[in-house]
């Protein structure tokens, strides 16, 4: 063997000797994990317990939520926690002391009840359970007077969320709620009891609001005393979040609405700033945060009244004859109409073997944009997307934001519902008729829309094309994306609006001490009468707020919402709360004086699906397109 062959034999047995070495020193490193970890970890667990380790969570207040002036809407009321740790909650014997104690301080807390509570919050043995919440200083006084109680149990102080303006801000603002398990694994660097937002503000802005827990982290006896402090992290309250909601004008709004399942929504046209966002009915959001009783969560599952349902972003309804000026947006930036087109109504129009009836069965006779507007004259929209096909329609509506939802910064926020022949093949298996071209028109049949998308259409009408998109927080930055329609189109809108307002089947809303310009709308209703429509804006001349209300079953949008929208208009720019029983008969009485209203208006014409007519064949997309259904 040459001495080359040597050495390199050499070189490869030290080599071998060497990965023996760290093998045999990783296997013993990973055999004593498993013995101390896993096989030993209960005793050592104990073993670290009884070493008399405690950590307490400190939670932080959370940051409260004001109106644009200030008034608080979310804030935090100082309680106490009971609490206790899993070694001791987990001992039958003991449990049973920690219910007695807690049954002479006057907490109802069974021994079943806290081993639930164990089960729901346990993640380490030297972690603090909550077993009793919201407890006031008095109760947390009595309890500590009971010897055995420093021994297995001890006091936390808590913020807890308190809701001063109630119900008539709850879809707004949101309420907070105690952890989830399903959302304790989205979210890990909670833990069990912890509260969280569960809607509204409160859930939207979780982040900035919940703040920064602290941890205390110290050492007791074996009685449960303090014998030193380990360490101590400061919590960091949340931050504080200024709406644009004005709160006198959800309180207004709330009480305009009075029974009515509806909601109101005003807007800002300048900014998008949400100045108002009522649903109603409301609900309280103080029991949902504090305790519920089983009564109270009843009443807010009724499958009628839907309570927790916020209708102004999340509720989708046909949006009506307030569709109209997409419609006339369509028909005159495709130049399929011009201020001067005359459409002829003789109160209704022929498509086939079908009649799609106006709502003035007499007829309009001989109507232009502007007037077609102003009597909301069904058959000249008939005629108008007829000629247009529907996927200009649809191109138009989607330039104002129709089925897309608006990024307000509140959750559950529905996109409402865009339909053409794709959606329709897609989702009914059916085909697109010419029917459902003329019946979107008018806005019904498939097409479906929140209230706070109307707000934005009309608050783009109103600023000639800024299409906002709708904030709650002051902080939040002005967005807008600007409508792809000409100066001139707006103004023929504006001026169609206007004479809604003024002479049209609007003119109930300028009532009000404001002179208003917007659209009415009745939309059939397959579950009872028909909802109640009105969008507008104020002042005409130099616009600042739009303002869009629903009724469910209000039956009249220039009867019932009209008024509903100028008294909110004049609210908003006067500061003044009209009487309104006293102004609601006016209004009514001027309605019935004369004779045409629109409430009967979709009753005569089909808002239903299409159904396929014998006459009546599929329209072809591309046919739809050069407006030559026919």
């Keep these: 063997m040459s001495s080359i062959q040597y050495d390199k034999l050499s070189l490869e047995k030290r080599f071998w000797v060497l990965r023996g070495a760290v093998l045999s020193t990783f296997l013993g490193l990973l055999c004593s994990l498993i013995f101390f970890q896993i096989i ?3 005793e050592y667990v104990k073993l670290a317990s009884r070493n008399r380790l405690r950590i307490l969570r400190i939670l932080p207040p959370r940051g409260t939520i004001t109106d644009a002036a200030g008034a608080p809407l979310a804030v935090n009321v100082r309680t106490f926690n009971i ?5 001791d909650l987990m001992d039958e014997k003991k449990v049973k002391i920690v219910a007695s104690i807690l049954k002479h301080g006057g907490i109802p807390v069974t021994e079943a009840e806290i081993k639930d509570k164990v089960q729901k919050q346990y993640s380490a043995p030297y972690r603090a359970i909550t077993i009793a919440s919201n407890l006031t200083f008095a109760q947390a006084t009595q309890l500590i007077m009971d010897k055995n109680f420093s021994e297995l149990l001890f006091l936390t102080p808590v913020w807890k969320r308190s809701y001063p303006a109630g119900k008539d801000v709850a879809h707004v603002v949101g309420y907070v709620a105690e952890i989830t398990k399903e959302e304790l694994e989205r979210h890990p660097e909670y833990k069990g009891g912890d509260h969280i937002g569960k809607n509204g503000i409160e859930a939207w802005y979780e982040e900035e609001i919940h703040g920064m827990p602290g941890e205390r982290v110290i050492e007791v006896d074996a009685r449960g005393k303090q014998i030193r402090e ?5 919590s960091i309250k949340g931050k504080n979040i200024k709406l644009t909601i004005d709160l006198g004008a959800q309180r207004y709004a709330s009480k305009l609405l009075q029974d009515f399942r509806g909601a109101i929504v005003a807007l800002d046209v300048t900014d998008g700033s949400v100045k108002c966002l009522v649903s109603s009915p409301s609900y309280d959001p103080n029991p949902l945060t504090w305790g519920i009783t089983a009564q109270e969560w009843g009443a807010l599952l009724d499958k009628r009244s839907r309570p927790m349902m916020n209708r102004a972003i999340s509720g989708a309804y046909p949006p009506a004859s307030t569709f109209k000026v997409v419609t006339a947006s369509a028909g005159l930036s495709n130049k399929k109409i011009t201020t001067s087109s005359v459409v002829h109504c003789p109160g209704y129009f022929e498509l086939g073997n079908r009649k799609f009836r106006c709502w003035n069965h007499a007829g309009h006779g001989n109507e232009t ?18 000629n247009l096909g529907i996927d200009r329609l649809i191109e138009t509506a989607s330039k104002f934001g129709v089925g897309k939802k608006t990024g307000i910064d509140l959750t559950s926020e529905s996109s409402g519902t865009l339909a053409g022949p794709k959606w329709k093949k897609k989702k009914i298996k059916e085909s697109w008729y010419g029917g459902d071209t003329v019946n979107y028109s008018i806005g019904q049949g498939y097409l479906l829309m929140t209230p706070l998308q109307v707000a934005r259409v009309y608050a783009a009408v109103a600023s000639k094309g800024k299409l906002f998109r709708p904030k709650i927080n002051s902080e939040f930055p002005v967005e807008y994306e600007k409508v792809d329609l000409s100066d001139d189109i707006f103004r023929i809108l504006q001026q169609g609006l206007q004479e809604v307002g003024s002479i049209g089947t609007g003119r109930a809303a300028s009532e009000y001490g404001v002179r208003v310009a917007g659209k009415t709308g009745t939309a059939q209703n397959s579950q009872g009468a028909d909802h109640a429509w009105f ?15 629903i009724a469910e079953a209000g039956k009249g949008g220039g009867k019932v919402t009209g008024p509903m929208v100028g008294k909110m208009l004049n609210y908003l720019i006067n500061h003044k709360e009209e009487e309104i029983s006293d102004k609601d008969a006016e209004a009514e009485e001027h309605v019935q004086s004369n004779g045409a209203e629109e409430n009967q208006q979709q009753k005569k014409t089909s808002s239903e699906p299409v159904k396929i007519q014998n006459s009546e064949r599929p329209v072809k997309q591309d046919a739809a397109a050069n407006g030559d259904e026919n």
């Design 83 to 87: 609490s206790g740790y899993p070694l």
């Design 535 to 549: 969008a507008g804006y104020a002042p005409v001349d130099n616009p600042r707020y739009a303002v869009v209300a």
């Design 369 to 386: 944009v502007i007037r077609a507007l102003r009597d909301s004259c069904d058959v000249f929209f008939y005629q108008t997307s007829w």
């Design 230 to 234: 380990i360490s101590y992290t400061t």
């Design 40 to 42: 030993k970890s209960n």
